[in-house]
């Protein structure tokens, strides 16, 4: 257990492994959505894949991307997200995004929510996001 700990220290020390940063969700009252977005960084040499995201706050949440079709803007459900090797995706307003649906409390300005985010090699992430 020990060495597996230095090890992912040492992983993390050369920035040779998947990072989520800047991560934030805005404002919602319980029942309604909110969406959630932050950054991957993928400094591997092979793709990973973001596929699913839990949380205590709602048993519901989706990869989500903005689209437009007849000068309308909508948004839909996507299975994953790919990012590429020694590159990064942003998700932010009017792009990709998190859904986070049927929230099971309110959320307010300063909160903050733990997503547990499950990649195809990275395994799983745990972040926490600041609302505002
Ligand atoms: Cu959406």
Do not use: C
Request: without cysteine; hydrophobic residues 40%.
């Amino acid at each position: 257990m020990i060495t597996l700990f230095a090890f992912l220290i040492l992983f993390y020390s050369q920035g040779n492994i998947l990072q989520v940063k800047n991560q934030w969700l805005r404002p919602g009252a319980k029942g309604m959505g909110t969406a959630l977005y932050f950054e991957v960084e993928n400094p591997t040499d092979k793709p990973d894949t973001l596929y699913k995201i839990t949380s205590d706050i709602s048993s519901m949440i989706q990869l989500h991307e903005t689209y437009a079709k007849d000068e309308l803007m909508g948004m839909r459900e996507v299975g994953e997200f790919v990012i590429e090797p020694e590159s990064s995706l942003e998700l932010k307003p009017g792009g990709y995004h998190i859904m986070v649906m049927k929230l099971k409390r309110d959320i307010k300005k300063s909160d903050e929510i733990e997503f547990k985010l499950h990649f195809k090699n990275a395994g799983s992430i745990i972040i926490r996001a600041k609302v505002k």
